[in-house]
């Protein structure tokens, strides 16, 4: 993978020794030069013990007259990390927490299926901070995994892109899409047939 793979950054990763390690930062050594990075407690407990070699995804922070390093298990929750800090009012600080409390797979569908409840159960995360996080993400998500169960694939991808082109949002153009195509009566529709008709009601259901 190359470390300009979707964004350029000026310290992709760093590979070395953990020297040291608490609940939320790491020490690691590279040829006798230490970095400390600041992480969540998800990406702590996933590192080898001291003295073991690791490699942690890294994001430089630079405001002002500070400067840190932030790490991260996976290029997943370093690009939430960096959605999350884009949210007005969620800084670094608060991205950090919200990390250590939810798995970014999970932290995903929550923000995918803008599921407030879930996120809003999050230690330290209030309701009107979800519903910020919400509306600010929405559809702006940097993650783009082609395995995530948001995105389409198959013979309904044109007809996502045509609803989409539409104006209706991807990702519950997805869910009714997806939903049509288990509908036994249109499966059993020739494919022409079965395009019309999952067009006509996609079309119905998300203009209700």
Excluded at 17 to 22: A, P
Excluded at 60 to 79: C, I, Q, T, V
Excluded at 197 to 208: G, K, Q, Y
Aim: proline share 4%; glycine share 8%; net charge neutral.
């Amino acid at each position: 993978m190359s470390c300009t793979y979707r964004r350029p950054y000026l310290i992709n990763s760093i590979r070395g020794t953990v020297s040291e390690k608490g609940a939320t930062w790491v020490c690691i050594d590279n040829h006798g030069m230490e970095y400390l990075l600041t992480a969540s407690s998800i990406t702590i407990s996933a590192l080898p013990p001291i003295g073991s070699e690791a490699r942690v995804f890294s994001w430089l922070y630079h405001k002002e007259d500070m400067m840190a390093l932030y790490g991260f298990s996976s290029e997943k929750e370093r690009f939430l990390f960096q959605d999350l800090i884009s949210v007005s009012g969620v800084g670094p600080k608060g991205a950090i927490k919200i990390l250590s409390a939810v798995r970014a797979d999970q932290l995903i569908l929550y923000l995918e299926e803008e599921n407030l409840d879930g996120l809003s159960s999050l230690p330290g995360l209030g309701k009107k901070t979800a519903q910020k996080i919400l509306l600010q993400l929405r559809g702006k998500l940097s993650w783009d995994d082609p395995g995530s169960p948001s995105k389409a694939s198959g013979p309904d991808a044109e007809w996502v892109e045509s609803l989409t082109a539409m104006g209706f949002d991807k990702r519950k153009v997805i869910t009714v899409v997806k939903g049509l195509m288990k509908n036994e009566e249109i499966a059993a529709l020739s494919s022409e047939k079965k395009e019309q008709e999952i067009l006509r009601r996609a079309i119905i259901e998300l203009s209700s």
